[in-house]
Structure formats: C-alpha cells, structure tokens
C-alpha cells in the first residue's frame, strides 16, 4: 500500500512540475509565433496543459482514497486487500499464488490480481479450504484454497 502511495506522489510531484514550469514556458513559447487559431504548438500545449490537469485531479483523489484504507477492517483471518493467496486450479490440478492488490498495482503476469478483477473478487473473504468457482472471460476457473497470508501477516 505504501509502495502505491509513493508511486501516486511520485507520479503528481512531476505533473505538478510539468503544469507550473514546463507548460507555462511551451505556451509562452508557442504564443510568440503569432496567430493562435493556426498556432499547432499552442494547440498542443494547451492540450497537454488541460490532460496534465485531468490527471492531477485523478491521481489527488485516488491517494485521498487510498489514504482513508482503514486497516484495520482489512480482515485478518481470510482473503482481503494485500492477502497472497496459494490456489490449486482443480480442473488443471495445478497450484497459483495470487496477491490481491488496487487495481493501480495490478500485473496479472506476475500475479498481481485486482481486488475487482473477476478472480480477486471471487477470492475476497475466502479460507483456507474454500473451494470456489469463478467466471472469467475465457471460462470458468475452479480454484480450492490452499494458504492464505493476510497483508497484517507480512513482514
């Protein structure tokens, strides 16, 4: 969770740079080519200018949300946010380890599942023995749980 907030900050600190030093020096720039309505690098600039904006306004809300995770409604006996989770696929009878993480830090190739994804939706407050069948875009996925480690579990 930390490591997301840092990449948030991260992220507007160099937006924020980008609108009040970068930007204002490309539009000053752009404005002494003359006519505006035909001027493509005040157009773009500006564009940018309103995207950057957009984004900021995106990026200082999600780390407000983020901010107000109350940790301690985050269970600590079954599947939740920052859980890593052992699955054995009963219908391919082979075993995947999942974490469930914000949708910002998901990487399904290193399996890093979004708590909204078809799979980490269907995990959310699962045991160890559950068994779980889950509808995904390709199929249907048949998970049993083999180990739970809940993010108050992790070093």
């Given at each position: 969770m930390e490591i997301?907030?840092?990449?948030?900050?991260?992220?507007?600190?160099?937006?924020?740079?980008?609108?009040?030093?970068?930007?204002?020096?490309?539009?000053?720039r752009a404005r002494e080519y003359g006519d505006l309505s035909e001027n493509a690098e005040y157009s773009a600039a500006k564009e940018r200018q309103g995207f950057v904006n957009a984004r900021l306004g995106?990026?200082?809300?999600?780390?407000?949300?983020?901010?107000?995770?109350?940790?301690?409604?985050?269970?600590h006996d079954r599947v939740g946010l920052g859980s890593i989770v052992l699955v054995l696929d009963t219908k391919k009878d082979e075993e995947f380890?999942?974490?469930?993480?914000?949708?910002?830090?998901a990487d399904v190739a290193n399996?890093?599942?979004s708590t909204s994804s078809p799979i980490g939706k269907g995990l959310l407050n699962k045991v160890?023995?559950?068994?779980v069948l889950i509808v995904i875009p390709g199929g249907t996925k048949q998970f049993e749980v083999l180990k739970v480690t809940t993010i108050h579990d992790l070093p």
């Open positions: 997301l907030k840092k990449k948030l900050q991260d992220e507007i600190t160099q937006l924020e740079h980008e609108l009040r030093s970068e930007l204002p020096k490309e539009i000053l995106q990026l200082q809300k999600r780390l407000g949300e983020l901010s107000m995770i109350d940790m301690t409604k985050i269970p380890t999942y974490r469930l993480v914000t949708s910002e830090e399996g890093l599942i160890v023995g559950d068994e």
